[in-house]
């Protein structure tokens, strides 16, 4: 499996920012899907923001869009979430996720399609 290293999490007030990390050492940075979700105690894990790679766009959650951005550095091999105007309803673990395949619109949103995962990051939204 190849290996997930998530970063950046912490403790900011509502209306803060924050900005992830997620390190792939791999060789497929560039191919498949990848993106990121959240979890939070009692909840289903949930897609935040992923993209297959081939396509031009990211798929936003409606709760996250317009706020949060996701972006890529190929040379570092890392894979950025921005989040902006953060509320205490963003409060959770934040995961990287990646595959090998190339995710269609009917799968993407969901974590069983994807076969690596980092550890996660915390991300507390309180004052």
């Known amino acids: 499996q190849v290996p997930l290293v998530e970063s950046g999490g912490g403790l900011v007030q509502p209306g803060g920012s924050l900005r992830l990390s997620c390190v792939d050492s791999g060789r497929t940075f560039t191919t498949g899907t990848m993106g990121w979700f959240r979890q939070t105690p009692g909840k289903e894990r949930e897609f935040v923001a992923v993209r297959r790679w081939s396509f031009g766009t990211t798929l936003y959650a409606d709760s996250v869009k317009g706020r949060f951005t996701m972006s890529r550095d190929n040379e570092k091999k890392t894979l950025y979430l921005q989040m902006n105007s953060l509320s205490p309803e963003d409060t959770a673990t934040y995961f990287c996720?990646?595959?090998?395949?190339?995710?269609?619109?009917?799968?993407?949103?969901?974590?069983?399609?994807?076969?690596?995962w980092g550890q996660g990051t915390q991300v507390t939204v309180s004052s």
């Open positions: 996720a990646a595959t090998n395949k190339g995710l269609i619109t009917s799968t993407i949103r969901f974590p069983s399609n994807y076969d690596y």
